[in-house]
């Protein structure tokens, strides 16, 4: 798979499982290749929101996710934590996208500061260092002066922030559609042609339609 087709996908331990699979579940029907990175709170939060039990071995988190997104073999790849000689933690093999959905106020904190305590940390800070794509779909609020800080210092060296904050101009009719929202927005900026919502001025209104 190409290299311009792959894309690191780290979930974190913020409300927000519905964001993760839509997105791990877009990209695979794309036809990209994805490196997943999970921390053990996402598990737990995919646990409370979905009802999915996440596997703890990389290999048979692989095979569940593979299994969910029908994906082809081999597309979706899981790394644990400390999975230090895997593609994402070094500038020569790791994808130049990579986005953190949802993104906690921790990780923001540690990504903000380059702690590289943990491989989603170091990934990120790989694709800094090399100028790839950031992108963080944060979830918080209210938000403090910490946060704030935090998403500003990571705004000025090229990061994109994008609080998972859905529109309602498209009139959703379901949480689905909220998710969807986001989601294609994140698309949008990776570059992947997406069909969850349609671009502002070419959407049918449905008030348009009841006039």
């Known amino acids: 798979m190409k290299h311009d087709k792959q894309v690191t996908l780290a979930i974190t331990g913020a409300s927000g499982a519905p964001y993760a699979l839509t997105l791990m579940q877009s990209l695979v029907n794309a036809d990209y290749q994805i490196y997943v990175l999970i921390s053990s709170a996402a598990k737990v939060v995919f646990a409370t929101e979905e009802n999915l039990k996440i596997p703890a071995r990389p290999s048979d988190a692989a095979a569940f996710f593979t299994e969910r997104c029908n994906a082809k073999p081999e597309q979706i790849k899981v790394f644990g934590k400390d999975e230090w000689f895997s ?14 959905c949802p993104c906690s106020t921790g990780t923001l904190s540690a990504i903000a500061v380059g702690a590289s305590d943990n491989l989603i940390e170091r990934a990120a800070d790989v694709v800094i260092k090399e100028r790839g794509q950031l992108i963080l779909v944060t979830r918080e609020m209210p938000l403090s002066s910490i946060h704030l800080e935090n998403m500003l210092k990571l705004s000025q060296i090229g990061a994109t922030i994008m609080p998972a904050s859905p529109g309602f ?5 379901s949480v689905q559609d909220l ?16 069909s969850h919502v349609a671009r502002w001025g070419y959407q049918t209104s449905k008030h348009k339609e009841s006039q």
């Open 87 to 100: 593609p994402v933690a070094s500038g020569s093999a790791a994808p130049s996208k990579m986005v953190v």
């Open 179 to 194: 998710v969807d929202f986001v989601i294609a927005r994140v698309l949008d900026h990776l570059g992947v042609e997406q």
């Open 169 to 173: 101009y498209h009139n959703p009719e």
